[in-house]
């Protein structure tokens, strides 16, 4: 069974940092490209980010580049995404997924931005 | 970006009855390929998006038939042929046809 269990969220000041992981298991993660995409009532479903397979291409949305890194650890399969710089609208759930297909996702990753 | 607009955004259907969402992108989702590129996702309350379609038509594994996924280059639909409770909950459109790929904003369906 394939599973991604993600960990990492949790509640922030303004301009604070936080890092997600997503742990995967039930697949050879060095096979997939991954992508984060986020998740909040004002901006609905919002694709952030993919890393390919050795973790040497990345590409981010405009919204969040220069302020959130991807990076993977394909020894501990494990992919992670740092949130700098944070901001209120950045409160979300963040979930990681396989990308392009989309077909495997983690629970989610609930992140606050908040003073 | 690639808009995606969904139709209606709230549902409300009757048990056994038929059930329509329509999706409409701002640019064709035809990739040099010859592919469109467009999948459909069911979200129930308190869970992760799941895909229930694949470019276009394909229904995932496990998918009930009374899914189906149709429409050509920026229109496109979703059908249950007869709704069931487990299908309540809010379904997505999603093109990756286009760099970012974006998403609908989701259309609710419940049960009248």
């Known amino acids: 069974e394939v599973q991604l269990v993600q960990s990492g969220g949790g509640w922030v000041q303004p301009g604070g940092s936080l890092r997600l992981s997503c742990t995967v298991s039930?697949?050879?993660?060095?096979?997939?490209?991954m992508t984060w995409v986020r998740q909040s009532p004002g901006r609905g479903l919002e694709f952030l980010a993919n890393?390919?397979?050795?973790?040497?291409?990345?590409n981010f949305v405009d919204s969040v580049k220069g302020r959130f890194t991807v990076s993977r650890d394909n020894i501990k399969n494990s992919l992670y995404l740092q949130l700098n710089s944070l901001r209120a609208e950045d409160t979300a759930v963040y979930y990681c997924?396989?990308?392009?297909?989309?077909?495997?996702w983690g629970q989610g990753s609930l992140v606050t931005v908040s003073s | 970006d690639v808009v995606m607009t969904q139709s209606p955004l709230s549902l409300p259907v009757t048990l056994g009855q038929p059930a329509s969402i329509s999706c409409r992108s701002s640019q064709s989702l035809v990739y040099s390929d010859g592919n469109t590129y467009l999948n459909w996702f069911q979200q129930r309350p308190g869970q992760s998006p799941r895909r229930l379609i694949f470019?276009?038509?394909n229904r995932d594994s496990g998918v009930p038939d009374r899914f189906s996924g149709s429409g050509s280059g920026s229109d496109f639909t979703l059908k249950i042929s007869r709704v069931e409770a487990e299908d309540v909950g809010v379904y997505y459109c999603m093109q990756g046809t286009h760099w970012p790929n974006t998403f609908g904003q989701g259309t609710k369906l419940e049960i009248k």
């Open positions: 997924a396989n990308y392009p297909q989309w077909y495997f």
């Open positions: 039930g697949l050879t993660f060095s096979n997939y490209w």
């Open positions: 470019k276009l038509s």
């Open positions: 890393i390919n397979q050795d973790g040497s291409e990345k």
